[in-house]
C-alpha cells in the first residue's frame, strides 16, 4: 500500500510545548510554533457525550481544578474546568481543547499533527475511531497527519474508513515486542513508535532496516538520546523543543 509523502522533522512537541504550557491545550500547540515546531503530538478520547477532546489522562484531576472520569463528563461540564491554572498562574482560565478547536488552530498555523488514540482500559476504541477518522481526514491533507495508538483494533478499525488506505498510521509501543513487524504489517503500519529507554541498538536497526520511520518517545535528556540518532532513529517527542533543538545544534559546531 502507498504512503503518503510525509516530511518526517526531526522534533515532535509531546503534548505540544508541554514544558511551557498545560499539555494538549491550544495554548501548548501555539508555543510550539512560536518555538519553531512544525509537528505536536496530541492525544485524543471521547467525552461522556461523545464530543472529541484532546485529553491525555482518564480523569481531569491531574490538569484541571475539577475531578472525573473524561467518559463520564459532559463537553457543558468540561467547558467549566480550567485547565490552565494547575500548570501556572499565567494560563488561568484555559479551557479543554475540542478536536474541532484543535483542528481549526493547527491549520490557522499551518501545522502537522500526530493524533494518539488514547484508550484507556475498558473504553470503546470502535466509538472513538469512528467519531474521529472522519474529522481528521476531512481537516488535514495527509501528509500533515499521522495516527497513532497503542491499540492494534483500533488502528486496524481506522482502515475502513473511505479512503483511510492512504492514512498515516503509527504503531505504538511501549517495548518492542517480538512480532513488532507483523503488527505493524497487519495495520500496513507507516511508522513505529516506541518508549526509547527500553529500545536496544539491535531494535533500531531492525526497525530501520524493515523501512519504518522510527520515533521516539519521550526524550526529555538529550545527552542519554544522543546515541539514538546515530543509530539511525527518525524523530523525537519531546516536551522541550527548543532544549532538544538548542542541543542537537550544539552537537553540529
Ligand atoms: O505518542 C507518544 C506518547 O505520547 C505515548 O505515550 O502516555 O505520553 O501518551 P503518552
Ligand atoms: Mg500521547
Known amino acids: 500500500m502507498m504512503h503518503p509523502e510525509i516530511l518526517l522533522p526531526t522534533l515532535i512537541a509531546h503534548r505540544g510545548y508541554s514544558s511551557a504550557a498545560p499539555e494538549n491545550t491550544l495554548a501548548a ?19 461522556g457525550d461523545g464530543t472529541a ?3 491525555h489522562d482518564k480523569d481531569v484531576s491531574r490538569c484541571s481544578d475539577g475531578q472525573g472520569d473524561i467518559s463520564r463528563l459532559s463537553w ?3 467547558c467549566q474546568l480550567d485547565v490552565g491554572e494547575w500548570f501556572d498562574d ?35 476504541g470502535e466509538a472513538l475511531v469512528d467519531q474521529v477518522i472522519p474529522s481528521l481526514m476531512s481537516a488535514l491533507a495527509p501528509e500533515r497527519l499521522i495516527v ?9 478499525r481506522c482502515r475502513h474508513h473511505a479512503n483511510a488506505q492512504e492514512l498515516a498510521l503509527g504503531m505504538l509501543f511501549r517495548a518492542l515486542p517480538a512480532d513488532w513487524q507483523s503488527q505493524c504489517e497487519t ?10 529507554p527500553r529500545l536496544k541498538r539491535h531494535h533500531v536497526k531492525a526497525v530501520c532496516d524493515a523501512g519504518y520511520p522510527l520515533l521516539c518517545y519521550t526524550v526529555n535528556d538529550p545527552s542519554a538520546f544522543q546515541p539514538y540518532w546515530a543509530w539511525g532513529v527518525t524523530s523525537a517527542f519531546t516536551d522541550d523543543p527548543a532544549t532538544l533543538r538548542r542541543y ?6
Open 53 to 55: 477532546v484532546i485529553w
Open 29 to 47: 500547540v501555539k508555543a510550539a510554533h512560536d518555538a519553531g515546531t512544525q509537528w505536536v503530538e496530541l492525544d485524543v478520547q471521547l467525552l
Open 187 to 196: 495495520i500496513d503500519a507507516y511508522s513505529v513508535h516506541c518508549h526509547w
Open 76 to 78: 457543558a461540564q468540561v
Open 90 to 124: 499565567a494560563f488561568r482560565g484555559e479551557r479543554m481543547a475540542s478536536l474541532t478547536s484543535m483542528l481549526a488552530l493547527v491549520n490557522t498555523l499551518g501545522m502537522s499533527v500526530n493524533i494518539e488514540l488514547k484508550i484507556h482500559k475498558g473504553r470503546d
Open 248 to 253: 542537537l545544534n550544539s552537537q553540529q559546531d
Open 148 to 156: 497513532s495508538s497503542f491499540n492494534m483494533q483500533a488502528l486496524q
